[in-house]
């Protein structure tokens, strides 16, 4: 009986040195009790999650300019990459729309804010000043503008990925001008760049629990469980419309591409509690785009809709937004007309896609809806600051979950999603890429289009050796 109780627990040792994913929710769970019994010190380990966000978000430029640059020079096409934006955003704003309707539809239904009875005199104005900073967002042309690099260096250094992304076209478009035979040395040396930048990422993700149990630990001592009583309902409504609309997602992405949501959730179960622990889905990007390529989508499609997504992809945010929308004026007593609720819809649909990287957007768009219907005081925004944080797993889960969703449906409808090792991977045959390595296992990725053929019998492995999937020459 010792023997067998010293054998589990190495077994649970060894599981817990391994397993990202063990440690992370070990991390969240004292997180949450650090944070319930000691509220000062759970308020003070906020540096933690901090810090890591910074380290992350430090790698994300250069790794999204190395994906973008190389996933255009071997697809050897800029017109396909320019196919594969279009459609891109075509998808984001159908998702996103459709984002929009459903949260409008279930708060007309559950009516969150009726019989609150706010009367907005009694709202502090300046509160929401303070959450935004006195920001604004940015107008549709200033938008575009901003998305162009006015510095090769300072696209980088202000990590602005919109600006990396225009960078990394017009190098890939060079590259694809000057041909193999000008420039033979840059494409492996950009290739050798981003496997250092990916093991880079595999060192900073050995601090993910520590981040963790710093940004869970914080959120709970500085907002305390108070929350969830008041806005029980506001809640509830929020994460339940996010799960109808992720089931809505999982039948989009069987009848595209034919592959499993579910089986992606379990195949990216670490980087998704990762994201819902620290409240970002940024501290995750490069882990999701290496494990969206060891899945089988092609680079170029990878390195452009994701990133891009973050952008103009925001469905979470899309479902607070017209549900926050309508609970704000059930709570103070507007009522709405059906030619109001589909100003919202347009207004969001606007203000929802320069939203990423600003102060306080949520409570900036809100401000902005309110404006435009001119029925709603800009003051009762403020209902919403005691809630806003606890929405946070709620917005990542959903636009972290429909990023990839588009990554996988735009690769599919271009032609540049490998099914067979889609499946492989996301049936558990393949190997998952080490979160202590931050590279995939299996090496580089076939890029060739669909279809693809029948895969030719495996051979059989040899006594004592471990057969490994097939590498790209």
Request: hydrophobic letters at 50%; a positive charge.
């Amino acid at each position: 009986m010792p023997h067998t109780t010293g054998t589990l627990a190495r077994r649970a040792g060894r599981h817990l040195r391994t397993s990202l994913f063990t440690q992370v929710l070990l991390a969240l769970a004292l997180g949450v009790l650090v944070g319930r019994l000691w509220p000062a010190a759970g308020s003070s380990l906020q540096p933690l999650g901090d810090g890591f966000v910074r380290l992350i978000k430090a790698m994300i430029a250069p790794l999204v300019f190395c994906v973008v640059v190389a996933g255009i020079t071997k697809a050897g096409d800029l017109r396909a990459f320019g196919r594969i934006g279009v459609k891109a955003l075509i998808w984001f704003e159908v998702a996103t729309s459709i984002a929009l309707v459903v949260g409008l539809l279930a708060a007309n239904v559950f009516t969150p804010g009726a019989g609150m009875h706010i009367d907005p005199a009694t709202l502090d104005e300046g509160a929401v000043d303070a959450k935004t900073g006195g920001g604004q967002l940015p107008s549709a042309a200033q938008f575009v503008l901003e998305s162009l690099p006015h510095s090769a260096v300072g696209a980088f250094a202000e990590n602005a990925l919109l600006q990396v992304l225009v960078l990394a076209c017009l190098v890939g478009a060079a590259l694809l001008h000057l041909g193999q035979k000008k420039v033979p040395q840059i494409l492996p040396l950009i290739e050798q760049a981003q496997d250092v930048v990916f093991t880079v990422v595999g060192f900073i993700m050995r601090l993910a629990p520590l981040a963790v149990l710093g940004a869970t630990a914080h959120l709970v001592g500085e907002y305390g469980l108070g929350a969830m009583s008041t806005y029980g309902k506001l809640i509830a409504v929020c994460y339940g419309v996010a799960l109808a609309f992720l089931v809505l997602l999982a039948g989009a992405l069987k009848a595209v591409t034919g592959l499993s949501l579910w089986k992606f959730v379990r195949y990216t179960r670490e980087e998704l509690l990762l994201a819902l622990g620290t409240g970002s889905s940024e501290t995750v990007m490069p882990r999701m785009m290496q494990k969206l390529r060891a899945a089988g989508c092609r680079d170029d499609a990878v390195g452009l809709v994701l990133p891009t997504g973050y952008s103009f992809n925001l469905d979470g945010a899309s479902i607070y937004l017209s549900i926050g929308t309508l609970f704000i004026a059930q709570a103070i007593g507007v009522d709405l007309t059906l030619g109001q609720q589909v100003t919202v819809v347009l207004v969001l649909m606007l203000t929802s896609k320069g939203m990423a990287g600003v102060p306080g957007s949520a409570f900036l768009a809100l401000s902005a809806t309110a404006s435009a219907l001119g029925v709603i005081p800009a003051a009762a925004v403020a209902l919403l600051l005691g809630v806003d944080r606890i929405m946070d797993s709620m917005r990542v889960a959903t636009n972290l979950l429909g990023n990839c969703v588009a990554v996988f449906a735009v690769s599919r409808w271009e032609g540049a999603l490998d099914r067979v090792t889609a499946k492989k991977v996301l049936n558990g045959e393949h190997p998952a890429a080490s979160p202590a390595d931050g590279r995939a296992e299996q090496g580089r990725l076939p890029q060739r289009a669909e279809p693809v053929p029948d895969p030719p019998k495996e051979s059989v492995a040899e006594p004592g050796t471990a057969s490994a999937p097939p590498r790209d020459t």
